[in-house]
């Protein structure tokens, strides 16, 4: 494709669903739309915030299409795939909101999926105190490290939310990237994400990818 040139773009999807019409949630025909016409300039990179279990069906088309993938997951859910139960999504169907069981990580990984961290609750990390944050970010990459036998290296901010004191402990916790959503540059710990739902259109994407 001749992009071997052209730095990453890294995609951030949540839940997968061609029936729930909800905000974080996109139909698997138009994600892979959406993929399809992205990867014709650039080489991409899927992530999937939450680890929702509906994500996983669209990993085979992601493979084939070579588009490596990667999952990022809040621990505390992973123990027997619970509904992500956070305030913002009170109210929404638990069917839906199912995250991955250990079980299925692995499996995953062991496939080939990169599977990294998003913290342990999906909490608001700027408004953590101290020994919050440090149990946040450390509890979850070693809960990760323990449960598939291999390094935890990165993180996905939930909300896309940090600041110059959590990219500090995100350092020191031992990762060695991490992902916000609108912050582009050179500091591997406030790497940039694009956000992509239902509501984008491919060409839309393309737009959003190259603002």
């Known amino acids: 494709m001749g992009d071997l040139g052209l730095k990453e773009a890294v995609l951030c999807y949540h839940a997968v669903s061609p029936t729930w019409e909800h905000r974080l949630s996109i139909s698997p025909d138009s994600l892979l739309r959406q993929v399809s016409l992205l990867r014709r300039g650039r080489r991409l990179r899927a992530s999937f915030d939450d680890a929702f279990r509906s994500s996983a069906t669209v990993f085979g088309e992601l493979e084939r299409l070579g588009v490596p993938i990667q999952i990022f997951v809040c621990t505390r859910f992973a123990h027997d795939g619970a509904p992500l139960t956070i305030p913002e999504l009170h109210g929404d169907d638990p069917q839906q909101l199912a995250t991955m069981t250990w079980n299925e990580l692995r499996e995953h990984a062991e496939r ?26 450390g509890d ?15 993180l996905a901010y939930p ?35 694009l956000d992509l739902y239902r509501r984008h259109t491919p060409f839309r994407a393309l737009l959003r990818l190259y603002a």
């Open 112 to 137: 080939g999926v990169a599977v990294d961290s998003h913290g342990v609750s999906h909490a608001h990390l700027t408004t953590l105190s101290d020994d919050e944050l440090r149990r946040e970010l």
């Open 140 to 154: 979850s990459k070693q809960e990760l490290e323990d449960e598939l036998g291999q390094p935890c290296r990165e």
């Open 159 to 193: 909300y896309g939310e940090h600041d110059e004191r959590v990219r500090r402990f995100v350092r020191e916790a031992g990762y060695e990237r991490a992902y916000g959503l609108y912050t582009d540059g050179d500091d591997p710990f406030a790497l940039r994400r």
